[in-house]
């Protein structure tokens, strides 16, 4: 029979498939016998079994059942005893970490019976009640849907009825009146009272946690993580521990190493007297766990102790939940710590030198994506005006925005927003995602804010107490200043200063320390970043070249690690003043007007070749023949229609005009994309890709005889069948053949024509070489245009999870992917030195370089920026 159920004390950490990573890592921490709550877990498959049927499978119930009385055993107390009952947690938890979206409800098994028995149990009536009405307001809300705000505006009203500044001073009698209105709340919505029946309880929890893993927010951060939606979390059933049980007792949040910097040493919140979420939501102030050592400096030692098992066993910074129940340690929670991208890399290199893991541990511990976000930009700190305020710096990053209130129309803004909040709650996810930067007023470095925003590597500011927020007016008052929505302010993640108007942005460290304008010095970061890139090169396989097409842009992908060009476009060869020229050919009508054109391109061609050639001396070029169609060199239709028109119009003669219009008429296409380009402009318009060659050559020979290494390649665009490359070659090897004092060049072509994967194999005949161009290819895979389809339906297909992410974005591995399998092998049955590389947009994205690695291609070309991304992970695809 199916089992579904499991106790903490059976499982382990690699269980997260199954008991999800909360349940995982409950029963770790039980195994190594430290002090956790006993319970049990339900596993996902529980949970996606109900999800598939709409009901709970076949005897769960009755196993939860079984394994709630060893709790009960355990802990010597039962569920719904009227004299001392057993209370619950129900938690929620899938394979990967999602904070805060999915459901978790505490104090399970009060009732208008036990409550008394917990009071008289405890000695403390305002416990018990405070714990009721918890649960009321917890299980009103997540399992029937009842709107949190009429619950707390009945706390509101009784908090001023009082006099009460905070929930914790509301006296018993106060609480119970609480109690009896929050039933109503209950009742009123749900058309039932506040279930009685201690096990009524615990099953529908269960069931509307299975409920959760689907709730429109849920989902919605799945999809910004990517994290498959079909995974369903698991349950966690457990003994209640209580944090609010007066001032020895308290609730926290603790990180074994800071995840904002990845400085040693532990680092925390504390609140005491206080239950549950009261911390995360940074609803009342914190503090730190020096002050617990003050407080309690038993649990604090213990909790320090517990810390240092826990990175021990985990080998990695831990984050943890705790409990204080009057002077006694409760372990909640455990997992892996989600931290900044700087210091996950400080952190890898901390956890070399303290011998606890190997470099090549440390290169998978740090990703691309990360050292992308490093090479992000920073604040020009010397031209900012003084800060308004200074918050928590919670997530590093410069966001520069117009103030926004509301979560929603921060998501409708469609330009750079901040998002103002008193605190953040998981509603507010859409508006997150939206806005360049957050800013609350409320909250410490683990409120939800600065754990969601650290987790999307978005730029936060928290706790900025001097903030007065006034959401109803939609100002924000400090110091005396108002800004109101619309105004714009500039957020530094890294120090937590608040500027008003935009700050200009200076280059990051990393970039700088690229450029090798800083050195590594003592600089953890740039020390850890040098490190592992060195490591990354030394294992990877992939080579790494850039796009570039001047000599600028070479220089700095030398000095960012490239070893070649794998790109180098010829079209900007034929912009600016040189434009003439190219309307000159277009306008031919003879081989002389055409031959006269073509003969003005080629020195300032040779002059661009010479340049490149010199900045990448030693290291391949290869230059890809011109591709867009030639039209495009030409002005818009629209803008000489009008000119001609006026010209008629004034009784003037429009002159060149008119035949400019008359080409650009001849020359329209519906589909740009799909027509005159590539190599048929080569077949078509005699002597273009001729010139083309000789300007490459005769740049070569120019730079071999002053002395250089020049090493250029010649790449033909969109070939589709062999006999299109063969007539090129025969071509470019006659012009070859007439030019003295050249290095070989090698004559390749892109793949990114369907039909020239599929046959590769025939191409590799006349193929030196091939260069997945995956820009194209995912274009004519899918059959849509880049240019046209991101805003018309992207978001309704990643809606729809047709995508999870944009193939433009991220290589499609089953389709696009396909042909490039494709491609590779039967190129390599042909010609098996060919040399494969890719260089459409994908070449620098992390996810497409472990694809590449695995395809067997030779290298990734990207654009100089992404140089050092691709090395990273190229590193890491081959550890
Ligand atoms: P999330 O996944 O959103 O962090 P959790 O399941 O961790 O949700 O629950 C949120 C909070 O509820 C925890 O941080 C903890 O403070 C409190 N909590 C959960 N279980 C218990 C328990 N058995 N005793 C006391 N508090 C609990
Ligand atoms: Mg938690
Ligand atoms: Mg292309």
């Not at 430290?34 to 709970?56: D, H, M, Q």
């Not at 929890?205 to 698991?234: C, K, M």
């Not at 890399?345 to 070399?352: E, G, S, T």
């Amino acid at each position: 029979m199916a089992r579904y159920v499991y106790d903490f004390a059976e499982g382990n950490k690699e269980l997260k498939e199954l008991l999800g990573g909360k349940g995982a890592n409950l029963a770790e921490m039980t195994r190594m016998g430290l002090p956790v709550p006993p319970g049990f877990t339900i596993t996902t498959e529980a949970c996606r079994a109900y999800l598939r049927t709409g009901s709970v499978p076949a005897g769960l119930f009755a196993e939860v059942q079984e394994h709630l009385r060893l709790v009960e055993a355990r802990m010597g107390k039962t569920l719904g005893d009227p004299q001392d009952p057993l209370l619950l947690s129900v938690r929620s938890g899938g394979k990967f970490s999602m904070p805060g979206m999915m459901e978790t409800i505490l104090d399970i098994g009060l009732t208008d019976s036990s409550v008394r028995g917990l009071a008289a149990q405890s000695g403390d009536e305002r416990f018990a009640w405070d714990s009721y009405r918890r649960l009321i307001q917890m299980f009103g809300k997540t399992v029937f849907g009842v709107p949190g705000a009429e619950f707390e505006s009945e706390l509101a009203a009784a908090r001023a009825h009082a006099g009460a500044a905070t929930d914790a001073e509301l006296p018993v009698a106060q609480l119970r009146d609480v109690v009896q209105a929050y039933k109503k709340v209950f009742q009123a919505h749900t058309g039932r009272d506040f279930p009685q029946a201690p096990h009524e309880q615990l099953f529908l929890a269960v069931t509307s946690v299975f409920q959760s893993w689907n709730a429109e927010r849920a989902v919605l951060y799945r999809r910004q993580e990517r994290i498959p939606h079909d995974l369903g979390t698991a349950v966690n059933v457990m003994a209640m521990v209580f944090g609010n049980r007066g001032p020895d007792s308290g609730t926290g949040v603790a990180f074994t190493r800071d995840p904002a910097t990845g400085k040693r040493g532990a680092y925390g919140d504390y609140l005491q007297n206080a239950q549950g979420e009261d911390v995360v939501a940074g609803i009342r102030n914190t503090v730190g766990l020096d002050e617990l050592a003050k407080l309690d400096p038993h649990s604090h030692r213990e909790l320090l102790s517990v810390m240092e098992r826990l990175e021990q066993r985990y080998r990695d910074l831990c984050d943890i939940e705790f409990t204080i129940e009057r002077g006694k340690l409760w372990m909640l929670q455990t997992r892996v710590g989600k931290r900044t991208a700087a210091a996950a890399f400080v952190i890898a290199a901390q956890l070399i030198d303290e011998g606890t893991i190997t470099l090549d541990e440390a290169l998978q511990r740090v990703t691309g994506e990360q050292l992308a976000h490093l090479m992000f930009p920073s604040f020009d700190t010397s031209a900012a005006p003084a800060p308004l305020t200074t918050g928590v710096p919670a997530s590093p990053g410069a966001a520069v925005g117009e103030i926004v209130f509301d979560s929603a129309r921060a998501a409708a803004a469609g330009r750079p927003v901040i998002l103002v909040r008193p605190e953040t709650n998981p509603d507010d996810l859409p508006g997150m995602i939206a806005a360049q930067g957050i800013l609350t007023s409320h909250g410490g470095k683990t409120s939800h804010a600065a754990v969601v925003a650290r987790g999307m590597g978005k730029t936060c500011v928290c706790g900025a107490e001097e903030l007065r927020i006034d959401l109803a007016a939609e100002t924000v008052t400090v110091n005396g200043t108002v800004l109101r929505a619309g105004d714009v302010l500039s957020l530094d993640g890294t120090t937590g200063r608040v500027y008003p108007g935009a700050v200009p942005v200076h280059p990051s460290p990393v970039v700088r320390y690229f450029e090798g304008e800083l050195s590594d010095g003592d600089d953890p970061l740039l020390a850890a970043v040098q490190r592992l890139m060195t490591h990354a090169d030394q294992v990877r396989r992939l080579g790494v070249h850039a796009n570039a097409d001047t000599a600028a842009d070479a220089a700095r992908a030398r000095r960012f690690g490239a070893t070649g060009i794998g790109l180098c476009r010829t079209e900007h060869m034929f912009l600016g003043e040189r434009r003439e020229l190219v309307e000159r050919l277009i306008l031919a009508e003879d081989d002389t007007e055409r031959d006269a054109a073509l003969a003005a391109l080629l020195p300032l061609q040779r002059d661009d070749f010479v340049a490149l050639f010199e900045a990448m001396d030693g290291l391949p070029v290869t230059v890809r023949l011109i591709d867009p169609p030639l039209h495009e060199f030409l002005p818009a239709l629209e803008d000489l229609t009008a000119r001609v028109a006026t010209a008629e119009a004034l009784g003037e003669d429009p002159g060149r005009d008119a035949v400019l219009l008359a080409a650009v008429r001849r020359m329209h296409e519906s589909n740009p994309m799909l027509g005159l380009r590539g190599v048929r402009l080569g077949l078509v318009v005699p002597g273009l890709f001729a010139m083309q060659v000789r300007a490459i050559a005769e740049a070569a020979a120019l730079r071999v005889a002053a002395g250089g290494d020049p090493r250029p390649e010649i790449m033909v665009p969109l070939v589709g069948a062999v006999p299109e490359l063969e007539t090129v070659r025969a071509e470019a090897e006659s012009v070859l053949r007439g030019i003295e004092g050249i290095p070989p060049i090698r004559i390749g072509t892109m793949i990114e024509v369907p039909r020239a994967a599929l046959t590769a194999g025939d191409i590799a005949q006349s193929a030196e070489f091939f260069s997945f161009g995956t820009n194209d290819l995912t274009q004519m895979t899918w059959g849509f245009s880049r240019d046209d389809v991101e805003g018309a339906f992207f978001g309704r297909y990643l809606s729809l999870g047709i995508f999870t992410v944009s193939p433009f974005e991220t290589i499609d591995r089953d389709g696009v992917g396909e042909l490039v399998r494709i491609a590779v092998e039967r190129g390599r049955a042909t010609r098996p030195d060919l040399t494969i590389g890719v260089c459409g947009e994908h070449g620098g994205d992390p996810a497409s370089v472990q694809f590449f690695h695995r395809a067997g291609l030779d290298y990734v070309s990207c654009s100089p920026f992404r140089v050092p991304v691709a090395r990273l992970e190229a590193g890491r695809a081959a550890g």
